[in-house]
């Protein structure tokens, strides 16, 4: 039954993998696949679905669909108030064309590094890629490789990050700082490895575009006519960003056991608001029926963003409810090997099968944490290492982050998860390989 079970349990994995690439939605992906698991696995379908899958589903909602609807609503108005038009022009101003996407790549990298979580970064940058995109032609699928560069890998556990991949291994008594020049060099070297490609992609891409040999910028919904044809100042362009970021970060350093979900609403519900008064002259001519539908739409856009989460979320939890999921991970606390290899190969391949850095961390640390404080190496050195395993195998196709940034952009696998897969999978892995070594070797 064990290795029945650990065999459905990777067909499960491949079924949501293949099935996504023919570009069906989340839901009846991760059913299908969740279905394929629970057979193998013996699980009563009824119970897996009614209290695992829809368990997942509610634990999304319950904690994110506030934030999603918020951000949402904060995109589409610096959208609505031209806002966002006005950051891509002095984008373009400030840096040039040529290396925007770059830009877009830092931009995140900061947003990140200052505890802006993941989902906010997302919702923030969308308007502001796609009004840049739309000015330059730049295809819609390049959103990803901006994102996925800069605020999916490296600094997520950078020295001093305050993301939850770098808090979790501090159970082990060590700090957000431990290990900070081997951090350093890490975030460093992944960083430059990614824009290296980064760099190399968009200029391929606009070879190809200027060659019609691909399809530049593809449009998206019909931008909102504003009461005056000039957008707004620098001031109403950036300071309702500026203000969003501020309270996140003041109050993730200020503000004791803040619960940072709620931090990150008050944000954007401030955001909202400093955009309104800021740029109100920009909508004052607007008809009622387009806030109407700003809020339809932001509600029904946070609901969509929710439900794909929760579905893949589901699925992993039908993953971690199965005996099969325990043996594999029962397998890789028993590898005799050192211990630096053995928690990098642990922690990267539990995310994996998760499909979550943070999951894949949390479990570790609950099967191996003491055994790492007695174990006598570097603990420092450990966590850092721990926490860059994480975001290696945590994006592979049926991880949680990109199924949601696919369908947030208006994306699916078969057009932008390659991307995803060279910055997100292949360059974390290579690095934090070449450091697990070197590591092995000095300590």
């Not at 984008?91 to 931009?107: C, D, Q, S, Y």
């Not at 919904?221 to 309702?240: A, D, H």
Request: hydrophobic fraction near 50%; include cysteine; proline fraction near 2%.
């Amino acid at each position: 039954m064990g290795t029945i079970g650990i065999v459905g349990l990777f067909l499960g994995i491949l079924t949501l993998i293949i099935v996504s690439y023919k570009g069906f939605h989340a839901v009846p992906t991760s059913l299908l696949a969740g279905l394929v698991i629970m057979t193998f696995n013996c699980i009563n379908i009824w119970t897996g679905f009614s209290e695992s899958w829809i368990g997942g589903m509610a634990v999304v909602f319950t904690n994110y669909y506030i934030l999603f609807l918020v951000s949402t609503l904060f995109a589409n108005m610096m959208q609505l108030t031209g806002a966002c038009e006005t950051i891509a022009d002095r984008f373009v101003k400030w840096f040039g064309k040529k290396h925007i996407l770059t830009v877009l790549t830092v931009f995140c990298f900061l947003l990140c590094y200052g505890g802006v979580s993941f989902f906010v970064i997302m919702f923030a940058i969308a308007p502001i890629g796609f009004s840049l995109f739309e000015e330059l032609n730049i295809p819609r699928k390049m959103i990803i490789v901006s994102t996925a560069a800069g605020a999916g890998a490296f600094v997520l556990a950078a020295p001093g990050s305050p993301q939850i991949q770098n808090v979790i291994p501090t159970s082990m008594g060590t700090t957000l700082m431990a290990a900070p020049i081997l951090g350093i060099i890490m975030t460093l070297s992944g960083m430059a490895l990614s824009i290296v490609l980064v760099e190399y992609i968009f200029k391929r891409e606009m070879r190809m575009v200027e060659s019609g040999q691909a399809v530049g910028w593809e449009g998206g919904e019909q931008k909102y006519t504003r009461s005056q044809e000039s957008t707004p100042n620098i001031v109403g362009g950036f300071l309702p960003l500026v203000v969003v970021i501020a309270i996140i970060i003041l109050g993730s350093y200020t503000i004791k056991d803040i619960n940072a979900t709620m931090l990150a609403v008050i944000a954007m519900c401030t955001g909202i608001v400093v955009t309104i008064v800021l740029n109100f002259k920009y909508i004052a001519g607007i008809k009622s029926e387009v806030f109407k539908d700003w809020l339809s739409k932001g509600a029904v856009g946070a609901a969509g963003s929710a439900l794909t989460l929760g579905a893949v979320v589901g699925f992993g939890t039908v993953v971690s409810k199965t005996a099969a999921f325990g043996d594999v991970v029962s397998w890789l606390m028993s590898l005799d090997i050192s211990t630096y290899w053995k928690a990098v190969i642990s922690t990267g391949s539990i995310a994996g099968i998760c499909g979550s850095a943070s999951s894949g961390e949390q479990l570790t640390m609950q099967y191996l944490g003491e055994y790492f404080v007695n174990s006598g190496c570097n603990l420092g050195i450990l966590h850092r290492l721990i926490a860059n395993a994480s975001i290696t195998f945590d994006a592979l196709p049926h991880a949680t982050g990109c199924f949601l940034m696919l369908s947030y952009f208006g994306l699916n696998h078969k057009k932008a998860y390659k991307y995803i897969f060279w910055l997100d999978v292949a360059v974390p892995v290579v690095v934090v390989a070449v450091a697990t070594l070197i590591c092995t070797l000095v300590y």
